[in-house]
C-alpha cells in the first residue's frame, strides 16, 4: 500500500511502475530508512535492523516523500531552492540561475544534500572509530607519566633522604635546601603536564561537540545545516604532539666535610620537549564491485609446482609467480613452471609461520620464536615489529597498505587481531561488546581482509571462521555447512576474492576440500572432487584463480574455480 501511495505523490514516476526494495530488489517497497538512505520491504526491514553498529531511524515510505521537501531561497521567498550550484556550493532556486548564478554548473539539490550527508557519516565513523580512541589513549597516557612522575620524583626524595642520614646533622641544613631544589622542578615537571593534560582534555571536548553535531545534523531534515557543514576531521587528524619531559636525577658522591654541599651530588635541570606523533591515515574506502563472476562447476587444475618440502603458507606475487613457506627456514618464490625464482633465508634462521606480499610487491613474514614481523624489501630484511609477551602467528596485508596480524599470549590464554600502520599499533580486535573473546586460544589462525574491509580468521580452536567489519565490531561466525551429521570443521587457509567470497581450506581427515561463503557467510559450495590432499595455506591472485598449498604432498596447486569474463 505504501508503494502505491508513493507512486500517486511522486509525479517523476510512473504509475504502472512498481518500486522494489534496494536489498532483495524483488518485494514492494514498504518502509524507509531515513539514516541510511535505503528503502526496503517489510522483509529487508528486521535484517536491516539487525545490523547493530549504526543506528536507523525507519518510516513508512510515504514520509520519505514528505521528508524531502526542498529548502526555501533565502533571496527569492517563496521559491524553493530545487537546485544546487556546484561552483558557490549553495542550495539556489530557479531565479538564482538566471541572476547571480547564471552560467554556473548547478546539479540537483537532493542528489547533492545526499553526497554532502554521505561525507558527514564517513566523517563520523572516523571521528567515533579511529580519531576519538586514540585522543583517549593519549589522554590515559599523560596520566600514566604523571603517576611514573611521582614514582620518580619519591625515589628521588628518598635519595636525598639516605645521603642525608650518613651526613647526619652537619648538613641538615643542605638536605633541606636540595629538596626544596627538586621540589621546585616537580612542580614545574607537573605543572607542564598538567597543562598538556588540560589541552587534551580540551581538545577531547571539542572533538565530542564535533561528534554530537554531527549526529544533530544527520538525525535533523534541516537541510541547511547539513550545507553549511565543514568537516574538522583534517584538524583532528593531526595529534597532539608528545611532550618529552627528562626528570633530573641526583647522583650521591662520597662524603667530604670540606665540601659538603658540592658532594652531595649535582641535580640535573628539567628537560621539555615535544615530538610529533604524525596524522592519523583516512579511513580507506571498501572497493566497488567487480563483474559478477559465475562459479564452474568442475573446478580445474591449471598448474601444479612441486616444492620440495612441506609448504604451509602462500602469497601470489602475480598470477604466474608465488610465494612459498613451510618447514625449512627458507621462503622460495616459483613460477607455476615449478622453477625456483628467488631464495630467502629468514634472519633469524627460524621456520617462518606465515607470509604475505604487501601491495608493494615485498614479501613479509612472521617469526613466532624471534617475536618479530619483517619485511623483505630488494632481498634485505628489516625487522618492522617486535612483540612482547605475544606471539605473531598469522598475518595479511590490508588494502590500505597496514599490516593486520593475529597474535597468541605467551601463556596461550589469550589471542588478537592487531593493525599496525608500518611499525605502529593502530588497532586491536579482540573482544566483542561483551567483553567476550572473539578468539579461540589455538595456534591456527590464518588471516584475510575482504573486498568490502571486512577481517576474516579461520580460527581452527574454534572450529569457526569469525568475521568482524573494519572498526571490529562483529559480523558473523561460519561454522561449516549445516547438515544432519555435525562433520569436524579442521581450519587452515584463507583467502577472499573480487567478489567478496571467502575461501577457507578444510583438511580433516575425510573432507581434504575448501568451502566457498559470500562476504556475509552464506555456504555457496564445496572445491572438491580435484585430487586435492590436506590443503592447508590459501592465496587469490589478481584473475581470482586460487592457489592452494598440500603440507603433506608437498605441492601448491593452482585452481580455477570461477567462470572467465575475458
Known amino acids: 500500500m505504501y508503494a502505491i501511495q508513493a507512486l500517486e505523490m511522486d509525479p517523476a514516476r510512473s504509475a504502472q511502475q512498481i518500486l522494489l526494495c534496494n536489498y532483495c530488489q524483488s518485494e514492494p517497497l514498504q518502509s524507509h530508512c531515513d539514516l541510511c538512505r535505503v528503502d526496503l520491504c517489510i522483509t529487508c526491514?528486521?535484517?536491516?535492523l539487525a545490523d547493530l553498529s549504526k543506528t536507523h531511524n525507519v518510516v513508512p515510505y510515504v514520509q520519505k516523500i514528505v521528508s524531502s521537501k526542498y529548502?526555501?531561497?533565502?533571496?527569492?521567498s517563496p521559491k524553493q531552492c530545487e537546485l544546487y550550484c556546484d561552483k558557490c556550493d549553495v542550495p539556489v532556486c530557479s531565479i538564482c540561475i538566471s541572476n547571480e548564478h547564471?552560467?554556473?554548473?548547478?546539479?540537483?539539490?537532493?542528489?547533492?544534500?545526499?553526497?554532502?550527508?554521505?561525507?558527514?557519516?564517513?566523517?563520523?565513523?572516523e571521528l567515533e572509530t579511529r580519531i576519538f580512541p586514540r585522543y583517549e589513549a593519549i589522554a590515559s597516557d599523560v596520566q600514566v607519566e604523571k603517576t611514573e612522575a611521582e614514582t620518580d620524583y619519591e625515589k628521588l626524595m628518598k635519595t636525598a633522604d639516605q645521603q642525608g642520614e650518613l651526613l647526619h646533622q652537619e648538613i641538615t641544613s643542605m638536605v633541606n635546601q636540595r629538596k626544596c631544589d627538586i621540589e621546585d622542578i616537580k612542580v614545574k615537571h607537573l605543572a607542564v603536564l598538567n597543562q598538556y593534560s588540560k589541552e587534551i582534555t580540551q581538545s577531547?571536548?571539542?572533538?565530542?561537540?564535533?561528534?554530537?553535531?554531527?549526529?544533530?545534523?544527520?538525525q535533523s531534515n534541516d537541510i541547511s545545516l547539513a550545507s553549511a557543514y565543514v568537516s574538522r576531521n583534517a584538524e583532528f587528524r593531526r595529534l597532539p604532539p608528545k611532550i618529552q619531559i627528562t626528570?633530573?636525577?641526583?647522583?650521591?658522591?662520597?662524603?667530604?666535610?670540606?665540601?659538603?654541599?658540592?658532594?652531595?651530588?649535582?641535580?640535573?635541570?628539567?628537560?621539555?620537549?615535544?615530538?610529533?606523533?604524525?596524522?592519523?591515515?583516512?579511513?580507506?574506502?571498501?572497493?566497488?564491485?567487480?563483474?559478477?563472476?559465475?562459479?564452474?562447476?568442475?573446478?580445474?587444475?591449471?598448474?601444479?609446482?612441486d616444492t620440495e618440502y612441506r609448504p604451509s603458507s602462500v602469497s601470489c606475487l602475480s598470477d604466474e609467480e608465488v610465494w612459498i613457506c613451510g618447514n625449512g627456514k627458507t621462503m622460495k618464490l616459483n613460477n607455476l613452471k615449478g622453477e625456483q625464482l628467488k631464495t630467502i633465508q629468514t634472519k633469524s634462521g627460524n621456520t617462518p609461520r606465515d607470509i604475505a606480499v604487501t601491495h608493494g610487491g615485498d614479501l613479509v613474514y612472521t617469526d613466532p620464536e624471534t617475536r618479530s614481523v619483517n619485511m623483505v624489501k630488494n632481498e634485505q630484511i628489516k625487522t618492522l615489529?617486535?612483540?612482547?609477551?605475544?606471539?605473531?602467528?598469522?598475518?595479511?596485508?590490508?588494502?590500505?597498505?597496514?599490516?593486520?596480524?593475529?597474535?597468541?599470549?605467551?601463556?596461550?590464554?589469550?589471542?588478537?587481531?592487531?593493525r599496525y600502520s608500518g611499525s605502529t599499533e593502530t588497532q586491536t580486535i579482540q573482544f566483542d561488546d561483551q567483553g567476550k573473546p572473539f578468539y579461540s586460544a589455538g595456534d591456527y589462525k590464518y588471516i584475510s581482509e575482504n573486498r568490502n574491509l571486512d577481517i576474516c580468521v579461520a580460527d581452527d580452536g574454534a572450529e569457526a571462521v569469525v568475521v568482524v567489519n573494519q572498526s571490529g565490531k562483529f559480523r558473523f561466525r561460519y561454522t561449516g555447512y549445516p547438515s544432519i551429521t555435525k562433520e569436524s570443521f579442521d581450519l587452515r587457509g584463507i583467502a577472499t576474492n573480487s567478489q567478496g567470497q571467502i575461501l577457507v581450506a578444510d583438511r580433516h581427515t575425510f573432507n581434504h576440500r575448501i568451502h566457498i561463503i559470500d562476504q556475509d557467510g552464506q555456504f555457496l559450495r564445496y572445491i572438491e572432487n580435484c585430487g586435492l590432499v590436506h590443503p592447508c595455506g590459501l592465496c587469490v591472485d589478481i584473475r581470482d584463480d586460487l592457489f592452494v598449498s598440500e603440507y603433506w604432498s608437498g605441492k601448491v596447486k593452482k585452481i580455477q574455480y570461477l567462470k572467465s569474463l575475458r
Not at 45 to 48: C, R
Not at 109 to 119: D, N, P, V
Not at 250 to 271: A, R
Not at 405 to 411: E, P, Q, Y
Open 247 to 305: 626528570s633530573p636525577t641526583l647522583s650521591p658522591l662520597m662524603i667530604n666535610t670540606e665540601t659538603l654541599y658540592e658532594m652531595f651530588g649535582p641535580l640535573s635541570t628539567l628537560s621539555i620537549a615535544k615530538r610529533e606523533r604524525g596524522c592519523i591515515k583516512k579511513t580507506p574506502k571498501a572497493v566497488s564491485p567487480p563483474p559478477l563472476k559465475p562459479l564452474l562447476d568442475e573446478p580445474l587444475i591449471s598448474a601444479t609446482i
Open 385 to 418: 615489529i617486535r612483540l612482547h609477551k605475544w606471539d605473531p602467528l598469522y598475518l595479511c596485508s590490508a588494502s590500505s597498505d597496514d599490516i593486520l596480524i593475529a597474535m597468541l599470549s605467551d601463556d596461550r590464554k589469550q589471542s588478537k587481531v592487531v
Open 102 to 125: 547564471n552560467g554556473h554548473n548547478v546539479s540537483d539539490i537532493l542528489k547533492k544534500i545526499e553526497s554532502k550527508r554521505s561525507s558527514l557519516r564517513t566523517d563520523l565513523e
Open 204 to 218: 577531547i571536548d571539542k572533538l565530542q561537540k564535533t561528534i554530537l553535531d554531527l549526529r544533530n545534523i544527520l
Open 71 to 76: 529548502p526555501k531561497c533565502l533571496n527569492h
Open 45 to 48: 526491514v528486521g535484517k536491516h
